[in-house]
């Protein structure tokens, strides 16, 4: 009852939030994507956090540390490089050019007759086929946790359920695998409903209420998620035997090489695959999709009201995504490996992967008392919540700014759309969206897997958007030819080489070499963007780099772009450095390998306070805020 009690207060605290920002969000849609660009920076960095703790990922997690160990971490730890260049380099660029999505920043960006129709592919890209993968991924995950713990056929009236169960069993749908040993009709029932009920909430608050409703839900989301993780990772270490007994009870478990593989943060030589390793983590941070914060992290720093703001966002961002939940995710991964121990055989069989993911879900059941099991189950969903609300906002703004407002009302339509007209396309585009990735969903299998795949096809277009921010030279066609590159080797790839991990390394490195090739060949051979749109758009957006020519024909110093892009390149710089060290320190003493000495932990601890105070002095002063930092005379 306690655990009821506390879900529906959660419950009803979302729709709250969407009634009380209903009307706000109802005037346009500059009030309804961007809360009319009044989000404070630390509520901005705290619901991007939200959206990225996502109900998939503590599953992914445990995945990982099964099957590869902590090093395997990384994959997931060197997006905090990202998410640094986003807060020093990219947050104010999105913020002043003054768009709604990116997908209309190619509207501000490039010239040429390709500029409408990129626009309109982007939003439908990204807006639809990527954004729908990644609806998918974190729905997976929500019917796993939904199986544990919501058994609609022991709680409904049994005539009410049977009809609901013969709808199914007619339809022959088919919603993921049962992880506690149900028929597949009644584990695809219960799925079903748990979905719909939870996609009705999420739904009701994020189409009602807009941006601010999202963000306003996403500080308590996430603040829920971290205190249930925190309780859950107690549980499991105090089962476990202690921070001080994991180790000895992996060496009891699995034999000394194994668990210093294990716990170990890097690879531990060529025997575990040094080279692919160093590739794919070298490379994964730039090639994807939000290279530049594409998607929901620009539209948060597009809604900050000063770069600063937008700044601060995305630095609260990165240190609550790759340190703070990290830690805790790691305590649980470890500590459910010593609790659930496998063989040999166990781990290269079929569906392993897929079996370690699920126990994340199952270990709360087992290992939480009431009260701590309500705390932890609410915030899954509020992960889950945080995560499907931002990405139907996000979706949603490209079918209605970009689709139906930059092509199908001008040119299909003939006349400009109101602006009542456009936030009621809005809120049908979040159904249409949920729909579609509910499809997508019955069709997917292990959530690593997925993952897999998606990084796979947004590898392609990572340098090109970083390098349209950084080089004048990019048009738009060196954008169509990464995508296009891109949606012919993916499949090409996926053929070739499947889907399993041991490839990764050889697919990454294929796409990134062959889109980054073809974009910047591309660039060259096609003709540049015109000379007006590059000098409005960089008197507009002051951007950082090499824009040598459009700066001289705006009065700059040449030169001026590119120290700028230094500066905010140490700071990226001394705040990786500070975050790495303490991640790596931190993560270390509370998990040391087998007969390890604790002086590099404490070592890298010292390190990483001691540069605490130089970044934040950089963030918080006005060093990166002055207006004419760009706009000194040429030749000074």
Known sequence: ??????????????????????????????????????????????????????????????????????????????????????????????????????????????????????????????????????????????????????????????????????????????????????????????????????????????????????????????????????????????????????????????????????????????????????????????FQMNADGTGYLAQRCMACPTDRQARIAGLVFTWVQVLLRSLLWLAIAIGLLVLYPFSPEEAGGAGFTAAREALFVTGIDALLPPGARGLMLIGLLAALASTVDTHLNWGASYWSNDVYAGVVAPRLLKRKPRNEELVRVARLSNVLILLIAMFIMANLGSIQTAWFVSLLFGAGMGSVLVLRWLWERINLYSELAAMVASLVTAPLLLHMLGTGPAQEWIRLGIMSLVTCTAAILVSFVTPATDERTLDRFYRRVRPFGFWGRTAVRCGVAPSASLKALGRRLLAVAITALSLYALLFGMGRLLFPHPDGESWPAWSCIVLGMALVPVWLYLALSDRFDDPDELHAPAGK
């Open 1 to 286: 009852m306690l655990d009821l009690l506390m879900v529906l207060a959660f419950v009803l605290y979302g729709l709250c939030a969407g009634m009380r920002a209903r009307g706000k969000a109802s005037q346009s849609l500059h009030e309804y994507f961007l809360a009319g660009r009044t989000i404070k920076g630390w509520r901005a960095g705290v619901s991007m956090a939200a959206t990225q703790f996502a109900a998939d990922t503590p599953l992914l997690v445990s995945g990982l540390v099964a099957t590869a160990g902590v090093f395997a971490l990384w994959r997931l730890w060197i997006y905090g490089l990202a998410f640094l260049m986003l807060a020093w380099v990219f947050a104010s660029g999105w913020r002043r050019a003054g768009v709604l999505t990116d997908a209309e920043l190619t509207r501000v960006r490039y010239s040429g007759p390709a500029v409408v129709p990129l626009r309109l592919f982007k939003a439908l890209y990204y807006g639809t086929v990527i954004n729908c993968v990644v609806l998918a991924m974190v729905l997976v995950a929500a019917i796993r946790i939904a199986e544990v713990f919501l058994p609609w056929h022991t709680w409904l009236p049994s005539g009410f359920y049977q009809v609901i169960l013969g709808v199914v069993e007619a339809s022959g749908l088919r919603l993921g695998e049962s992880i506690g040993g149900l028929d597949r009709a009644t584990a695809t029932t219960n799925n079903l409903i748990s979905i719909v009920l939870i996609l009705a909430f999420t739904g009701m608050y994020s189409i009602t209420g807009g941006l601010r409703a999202v963000v306003q839900t996403d500080v308590l989301q996430l603040s829920v998620a971290m205190l249930g993780t925190l309780a859950y990772a107690w549980f499991v270490v105090d089962a476990a035997g202690g921070l001080a007994g994991l180790t000895d009870r992996l060496v009891e478990l699995y034999g000394a090489q194994r668990a210093d593989q294990l716990l170990s943060f890097a690879p531990s030589g060529v025997g575990d695959a040094l080279m692919p390793f160093l590739l794919i983590v070298g490379l994964q941070w730039l």
